[in-house]
């Protein structure tokens, strides 16, 4: 695969969080940990908070109590360390319709000087790669997005709904990607409506405003 071998050992701590959209409580006293290659499937239903808490774990939204920490640093405090350590997967694909496959990859391939045909042979895609994004099907775009997290050597996937819009057949090969990762030491937290391929993974069930947890 095409990241780059995880060399440190890193733990990701969750610490009692709390988060409001305006005066709405969305999350309340969430706690969790990840280390190097575990994962974590967060499940709920719509409204519950998942997409909320991923943006959380990302950095681009605040908590209102608690504390979230990347090896003992606080993400708040270290927010340009943190985006370096993250590669996002959101609910949209943010791709420009007008490029081509590649062309949309092209930057993310410049800034870590990685491969964009071995990310796009991993998907299935590299024989769209000169189509533009806006004669592709939905899951060939999702492939297209996927191929961009492939593309960043981070540390940790944080993946919105990655299934959606794909066949069983990419599902399936997911499974071997998400395992390729978490084998090099990665950490993956993913949304989803449906079963994932991730094995030995953690689970984080989200009520709506709920404290939550399972399996943990
Ligand atoms: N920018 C926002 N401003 C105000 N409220 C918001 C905002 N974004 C989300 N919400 C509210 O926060 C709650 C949680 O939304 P969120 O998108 O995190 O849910 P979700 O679990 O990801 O849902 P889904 O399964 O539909 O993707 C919902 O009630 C939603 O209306």
Known sequence: MQTLPIISANIFKINHIRAFHGEKLILKNISFSLSSGESLIITGQNGAGKSTLLRILAGLKSVDAGIITWNDQDISKQFIEHTQNIAWLSHQD??????TVKENLQLTSQIYNTNIQHALTIVNLNHMADIAVRMLSAGQKRRTALARILLKPAQLWLLDEPTVGLDQETIEQLGFIFKDFTKQGGMIITTTHI???????KTLHLTPSSSMVSSL
């Open 94 to 99: 943010s791709l420009k319709p007008a490029l």
């Open 195 to 201: 079963p994932l391929p991730l094995e030995n993974s």
